[in-house]
């Protein structure tokens, strides 16, 4: 059995681009970054990003067309695809993308409360601005091997 899944949760690194093809699906592309924070052996706090492009199709690249933009906290997840092509200069060139099959937005900054309105149905947009959601810092000598369940 072979298995590619990927689950991302990051923040988009631009304003997604939103086409459509020639047969009329919409495709957006986007960038996220991630970021891992750990404790060296010394205690000092490392932080290490890293930046993934992601692809998704349909419907789902309509919603993140409207709704997210640069810094958009998003949870994807899909698969890795890695392609192929020749350059105009007749290189091949190649990338690795993350093909979303679901997506999820994350929670709407106060500004855009401010100037869209609140999901919910009948309700006034909030002045008060959302928590940021909190960093986990997971150090790695508390995790032990006979604490995973599988």
């Known amino acids: 059995m072979n298995l ?5 949760l990051g923040r988009l690194t631009a304003d997604p681009q939103l086409r459509t093809t020639p047969t ?3 495709v957006a592309n986007f ?3 991630t970021n891992r924070v750990w404790s060296d052996k010394t205690g000092n706090k490392q932080q290490e990003v890293e930046y993934h492009n992601i692809v998704v199709w349909g419907r789902q690249a309509e919603i993140v067309g409207q709704f997210l933009s640069k810094g958009s906290l998003i949870l994807v997840e899909g698969r890795i695809r890695t392609r192929t092509w020749q350059n105009q200069q007749g290189q091949n060139q190649k990338t690795t993308e993350i093909i979303a099959e679901r997506i999820q937005l994350g929670p709407r900054p106060a500004q855009q409360e401010r100037e869209f309105g609140s999901p919910a149905a009948g309700k006034k947009p909030t002045e008060t601005a959302r928590e940021e959601l909190p960093e986990i810092d997971i150090n790695e000598e508390e995790i032990k091997a006979e604490d995973l369940p599988f």
């Open 4 to 8: 590619n899944k990927v689950f991302i």
């Open 31 to 33: 960038g996220v970054a």
């Open 24 to 26: 009329g699906q919409q």
